[in-house]
């Protein structure tokens, strides 16, 4: 074979890349392509993330010999028209979960050309890969977490020497950025940021992996969105890492793969109830009102606020975050568990389908959880895991006069200037949600 098309996706890296490393093997020149496709909506945030990785790839192909091939369209159109410029007959990329990922693979299938789809680029283990006795997937953790943490995986690959690419092939300009983050994108910001994390903040993540302080977590998860780090490479990497840091990481990455292949074996599960709880979510101008307040961080719940305001400007928030917000608006203000996802997949950096979906759905209890009906106060959550008022006081000014862990309940004191009253007593929405769930 002469030439060969390497279809970049949610894999944008040189080191430990299957698809790539079968290209170079099975031609003389491969054109690396990445498809703009109009089709794909995203906040400015993760545009920005994936301008920055779309750059950072093409530097470390240059850096090599080759380039990056951008064009924007179709995707399987776009393929079709590089392999006519080039007399391409395959194409390689990265398997994924996603209803769109699987249309992709069949429209290039129907182009003609040989498509080879390849596994464990983005998941640690293929969907699949191992089942319990009966059922095309795993529906509960802790089962698939045990085969998952004992299943050999593949040896990460290096990064190419040599890439070579036909010459006089037409790319797009690569995008700029079009949003601030705080997480700077690419494999070269994402390596390195896995090294830090490994040298200094592993360690201690099993203690502290629920609190709201901003170097609790690793902050890679932008990275394995969007592929600028391996997750084969990672778990590998994470497994030196003796005691329980290293081994409450792993549990996150094992969580990961755990709702791919949910979604794999449930395509449905992105849109619909994985288990329904047959809830009639609120509608009409209240629940309106209640979501927007919500959405803009001024619920009157300090902690709940935070992590909208923070979500809003920074485009990230702490995993405790998320699922106080996730219960708030499910489980206290009884709002449909889309509207949430759909907000929150718009506005983070690491929107990932699968992730986001599956555990709003864990949180709404319509999904995988065990314990369908929990209810996260956070009044409690705040004092436990900001037990100083440090993350509230930092985005949510109105309350930073407020002493120590009293900012948590701004309207025991009176409440505050230019703060809102809660919207919903805590104790009204626990009895409208136990009524809906026929609880009590």
Request: glycine residues 8%.
């Amino acid at each position: 074979m002469n030439v060969s098309v390497v279809l970049f996706t949610s894999d944008l890296r040189l080191h430990d890349h299957p698809p790539l490393r079968a290209a170079l093997d099975s031609a003389r020149e491969i054109v690396p392509l990445f498809v703009l496709d109009p089709a794909v909506r995203a906040g400015q945030r993760r545009l920005a993330f994936l301008a920055e990785s779309l750059r950072d790839l093409d530097a470390g192909l240059r850096e090599r010999g080759g380039r990056l091939v951008l064009r924007r369209g179709d995707v399987a159109e776009e393929v079709r028209r590089v392999a006519e410029e080039t007399g391409a007959g395959e194409v390689h990329l990265a398997a994924d979960v996603s209803r769109y990922a699987r249309r992709r693979e069949e429209r290039l299938r129907r182009t003609g050309l040989r498509a080879h789809v390849h596994d464990t680029v983005n998941t640690v283990i293929a969907p699949g890969a191992v089942l319990p006795a009966g059922s095309d997937h795993f529906a509960v953790f802790t089962p698939y977490h045990r085969r998952w943490a004992t299943t050999p995986l593949r040896d990460p690959l290096p990064a190419p020497h040599t890439v070579r690419v036909p010459d006089g092939l037409a790319s797009e300009p690569l995008p700029r950025t079009k949003g601030e983050s705080e997480d700077e994108g690419g494999e070269t910001a994402g390596r390195a940021r896995l090294a830090a994390w490994l040298r200094d903040g592993v360690h201690t993540y099993g203690e502290r992996r629920d609190e709201f302080a901003p170097d609790a977590t690793s902050r890679l998860s932008p990275h394995l969105h969007l592929g600028t780090l391996s997750p084969v490479e990672l778990v590998h990497l994470a497994r030196t890492v003796r005691g329980p840091g290293g081994e409450a990481f792993l549990r996150q990455l094992a969580w990961r793969d755990f709702h791919r292949q949910v979604l794999a074996a449930r395509p449905d599960a992105a849109c619909a109830d994985y288990r329904t709880k047959h809830d009639r979510w609120r509608t009409g101008k209240d629940a309106r009102e209640d979501t927007e307040a919500w959405r803009e961080g001024r619920t009157g719940y300090p902690i709940v606020d935070a992590a909208m305001r923070q979500l809003r400007h920074e485009g990230r928030l702490p995993g405790r975050g998320r699922l106080l917000a996730a219960s708030f608006l499910t489980k206290t203000l009884y709002i449909d568990w889309r509207v949430g996802a759909a907000h929150f997949l718009e506005l983070l950096v690491d929107g990932d389908l699968a992730n986001n979906q599956l555990n709003w759905q864990w949180m709404a209890g319509t999904g995988t959880d065990s314990r369908p009906n929990r209810v996260l106060n956070p009044v409690t959550q705040a004092k436990r895991h900001d037990p100083d008022g440090t993350y509230v006081r930092r985005w949510v000014p109105e309350l930073a006069h407020l002493d120590g862990p009293s900012i948590h309940e701004p309207w025991l004191l009176g409440g505050a200037d230019g703060y809102p009253d809660r919207i919903v007593d805590l104790a009204d929405g626990l009895a409208r949600f136990t009524r809906a769930r026929g609880l009590g």
